[in-house]
Every structure is written in structure tokens, then in C-alpha cells.
């Protein structure tokens, strides 16, 4: 049976960092495009950023570019996203995903996570 469970969420100010993890298990994450979205209240969810199995390429969202870095650990079948320079606009319900090509759309995505919450706030 193929999880995926985030953690690290939490309660930020503005200007800090928090990092993410999505730990991976029924699937080894060599074979699968491993990314995150999330979803704020009242609008739709939306890719943030992902990473390609093979050679590691990855993509982001130009709202995250610059603060925001994925990486993965495929030993510990894990996948971080580190969030820096964190913004009011940043606080929604992060959510890791896996499919077999780049995460661009939900349409993408084979594998849901359950969420972790994000609030950027003073």
C-alpha cells in the first residue's frame, strides 16, 4: 500500500523558515516524481514544487522561486521541502504528491498525502 505522510508544518512569523517532510513508504522513490502543493482557503490547490527521480531536476512555482528548495533522501525514501523567507501568502494546507511525470496540475498526481498545515503569521 503506497503513504505518503508530511510533517513539519506549524505556526511561522513572516521572514521565517520551516522544513517539510514527506516520508514515503509501499514505493520506492526512484520511480516516481515526488513534489508538493497546497491549497489556501477559498482558492484552488496548486503545485509548488517537485523533483524527478532520474536526474534530480526540479521545478518551482515562480511565487516560491528563491525561498523555497525540494530535495530528496531515496536511503530514507524521504523528501524535504525547506521554506525560507516565509510569507503571509505561504499559510495553506501542504500537501506531498507522487506521479509518474512533473507534478504541474492535481491531474499529475497518482499519490496524496493527508496534509500538513502551514501559517505564516505574526
Known amino acids: 500500500q503506497v503513504q505518503l505522510v508530511e510533517s513539519g508544518g506549524g505556526l511561522v512569523q513572516p521572514g521565517g523558515s520551516l522544513r517539510l517532510s514527506c516520508a514515503a513508504s509501499g514505493f520506492i522513490l526512484n520511480y516516481y516524481v515526488i513534489g508538493w502543493f497546497r491549497q489556501a482557503p477559498g482558492k484552488e490547490r496548486e503545485g509548488v514544487s517537485c523533483i524527478s527521480p532520474s536526474d534530480g531536476n526540479t521545478y518551482y512555482a515562480d511565487s516560491v522561486k528563491g525561498r523555497f528548495t525540494i530535495s530528496r533522501d531515496n536511503a530514507k525514501n524521504t523528501v524535504y521541502l525547506q521554506m525560507n523567507s516565509l510569507k503571509p501568502e505561504d499559510t495553506a494546507i501542504y500537501y506531498c504528491?507522487?506521479?509518474?511525470?512533473?507534478?504541474?496540475?492535481?491531474?499529475?498526481?497518482?499519490?496524496w498525502g493527508q496534509g500538513t498545515q502551514v501559517t505564516v503569521s505574526s
Open positions: 504528491a507522487a506521479g509518474p511525470r512533473v507534478l504541474l496540475s492535481a491531474y499529475d498526481v497518482a499519490y
